[in-house]
């Protein structure tokens, strides 16, 4: 879960900090304020599109930080570490910083890191929903990823094994393609593949190594300037001329002297001891630096040369190290499997027959699977639903065979009717924006607890919404916020009220700028602010006796 997001210079939000908790979290404030700019920092938190705009104007960089809690989820900690994250007993810092030029850079513990890397880690730690990404349901490609989750364990496993044996089925498919291309076409194949691994291999490049070149030549390149810095910086630290060492020390004797007639003066000779050998450790290190500092043109140029055989594979092999290492895999990988191809091509296309028999085996099992739970789903879903304010709404699942995938040779596809009288149709058809918000509600609150990211944070999920269906997604979102951290931008007191931590955004007028605060509020502020969401800026006692029967719960 998320323990603590800080926005700085993102917009007009100069520093905002919240610190969050578990269950449910809701922020308000008036239209303008600043809600959907939060929702960008937070997007930019997870990895999402990095922009100048988004930069507050005079500042030279933008920066949001999270820390996220993954203790007592150690599946999460397992997917973390194979992104090659590590947090620290369980603990996990991000930072991710946009420059006034457009620049970003991402930090995960400390540690730079691609940003799709933090793309994929946003993936794991935040289901988030924006104002609009409920139209995400409109594509039925997605629609499988639901059912599959909602079964659990016994599908996963059998998704598992069907990934292993369709893999093990597209080898053997290349290998009889490869055959059958000829021998023309197959020693083309192998010299281009083997160039492409002589030439990636020459170079032997790491990932993150581009970076690093960056910084060393940046270092080599202003060496003088460098060097004049630190050696002004020795000259005071231990130069002949009343240096900070000498100074200090003389100061260290002469207290030692006065302790030795006032004992009193121990703990203030010990303070100034620690200064002092502080002291010359600092300019023993600040030396030892300046005797290694010097300018060296070849290791300059040969950097520089380095890098430009990077800067060569990133252009032909894609935009990070990481990228080029897979396509040296890819090719290493195909190259092994054309090099050992035999003449016996009878057996190997025998061998892809078996394979494909056994491919399509576990894909029936996996339909059959998802056939005979799809009508609990949808059941599930279809009573979630029907307590949003569509009373008479129904909710489908149909599965239709396609080409076998990694995934499976179905398409489970949502379909959806509003209205008594209608037949179900795709939802791409008949469900509008409103009703897809409440959808996806339905949809993870018949999750919770079966799959899916520890926090899940939406943005207006209440549009549109009012009177008794309000006070039912409220409920809703209550009960998701037992199994999830859940955050959520709304404008309805009846959500507002059931909020375990509740948070104001407001504008405020500072040194002649507008600037977006986010405050926590009290109970007694929770009372007033509820009250101005039931009655507007104008707040009535009425309104105010409202406010308090929805934090009691009088009127559940």
Request: some cysteine.
């Amino acid at each position: 879960m998320i323990r603590e997001l800080a926005v700085e210079n993102i917009a007009i939000i100069e520093q905002s900090i919240l610190p969050l908790g578990e269950g449910l979290t809701v922020l308000t404030g008036e239209t303008g304020a600043g809600k959907s700019l939060l929702m960008d920092g937070i997007d930019l938190a997870l990895g999402g599109r990095a922009d100048s705009d988004l930069v507050r104007t005079g500042c030279a960089r933008g920066v949001v930080s999270m820390v996220a809690d993954l203790t007592g989820d150690p599946l999460l900690q397992e997917a973390c570490a194979e992104l090659g994250i590590f947090p620290e007993d369980g603990i996990l810092h991000v930072q991710r910083e946009v420059s006034a030029e457009g620049r970003s850079t991402c930090r995960i513990g400390g540690k730079l890191f691609p940003v799709g890397t933090l793309r994929k880690l946003g993936e794991l730690l935040v289901d988030l929903h924006g104002q609009h990404d409920h139209q995400g349901l409109l594509h039925a490609d997605r629609h499988g990823g639901y059912l599959d989750a909602w079964i659990g364990e016994p599908c996963r496993v059998i998704v598992e094994r069907l990934a292993v044996e369709f893999e093990a089925y597209e080898a053997l498919k290349r290998k009889v393609s490869a055959l059958r291309q000829g021998m023309r076409e197959r020693e083309q194949r192998i010299d281009l593949l083997r160039f492409q691994v002589q030439e990636i291999e020459a170079v032997g490049v790491r990932d993150g190594e581009y970076a690093e070149l960056q910084g060393q030549i940046a270092r080599l390149q202003n060496v003088e300037r460098i060097s004049g810095s630190v050696q002004a910086a020795l000259q005071g630290l231990s130069g002949e001329d009343a240096s900070a060492v000498d100074r200090v020390g003389d100061a260290t004797r002469q207290l030692e002297a006065a302790q030795a007639l006032d004992p009193s003066l121990e703990a203030t000779v010990e303070s100034l001891r620690s200064v002092f050998y502080a002291l010359q450790d600092s300019a023993w290190s600040v030396r030892e630096y300046a005797e290694k500092l010097e300018a060296d043109p070849a290791l300059l140029e040969e950097l520089v040369q380095r890098t430009e055989a990077i800067r060569k594979l990133l252009r032909k092999y894609g935009d990070t190290e990481d990228e080029i290492l897979r396509a040296l895999e890819l090719a290493q990988k195909e190259l092994s499997e054309l090099n050992d191809l035999d003449a016996n091509s009878d057996q190997i296309e025998a061998d892809c027959a078996r394979a494909e028999a056994k491919l399509t085996q576990t894909a029936a099992e996996l339909t059959e699977l998802r056939r005979e739970k799809s009508h609990a789903f949808a059941d599930q879903v279809q009573g979630s639903i029907r307590e949003l304010a569509m009373e008479k709404a129904i909710f489908e699942v149909r599965i239709s065979p396609q080409a076998i995938s990694a995934t499976g040779a179905d398409l489970v596809e949502f379909f959806f009717s509003a209205n008594p009288g209608e037949s179900p149709k795709p939802l791409a058809k008949v469900a509008s924006g409103g009703e897809l918000s409440r959808l996806m509600l339905g949809l993870k609150v018949v999750l919770a607890g079966c799959a899916g990211t520890p926090t899940l944070i939406f943005d207006e999920v209440d549009a549109g919404l009012s009177g008794r269906a309000a006070a039912v997604v409220a409920k809703k979102l209550e009960q998701l916020a037992t199994g999830y951290q859940v955050i959520v931008i709304s404008h309805l007191p009846q959500i507002s009220s059931r909020a375990t931590t509740h948070f104001r955004i407001e504008k405020i007028e500072r040194q002649g700028r507008v600037t977006t605060q986010v405050r926590l509020l009290q109970p007694a502020e929770r009372e007033q602010e509820i009250a101005r969401m039931l009655a507007g800026e104008t707040i009535s006692d009425s309104a105010l006796v409202h406010a308090r029967e929805l934090l009691s719960g009088v009127l559940d």
